[in-house]
């Protein structure tokens, strides 16, 4: 039986995802320089949160092993935080 050049046990990953309220689909500039007027006042008024905030498990208890000489890769969309994992 051969060592285990990597080991990985028990390994998850989670995102905080902000349900904010209802965003429209189209917004015109004096949409956009509104609401960056008034950002910190909403910030300040809610806390930091536009809606609700909920802790998401993308993976769970996730365990395996690299012998040596094996290859692996990590595959996903441009963006989808695979570098930060």
């Known amino acids: 039986m051969t060592t285990a050049a990597i080991q990985v046990q028990n390994l998850g990953k989670s995102y905080l995802v902000n349900h904010a309220a209802e965003r429209l689909p189209y917004r015109t500039l004096r949409d956009s320089v509104s609401s960056l007027l008034t950002a910190p006042l909403n910030?300040?008024?809610?806390g930091g949160h536009e809606g609700s905030v909920e802790q998401f498990w993308a993976l769970t208890d996730v365990n395996f092993d690299v012998s040596p000489g094996e290859v692996?890769?990590?595959?996903g969309r441009n963006g989808?935080?695979?570098v930060h994992c």
Do not use: D, Q
């Open 72 to 75: 692996i890769g990590i595959i």
């Open 43 to 46: 910030r300040w008024r809610t």
């Open 80 to 82: 989808a935080g695979k």
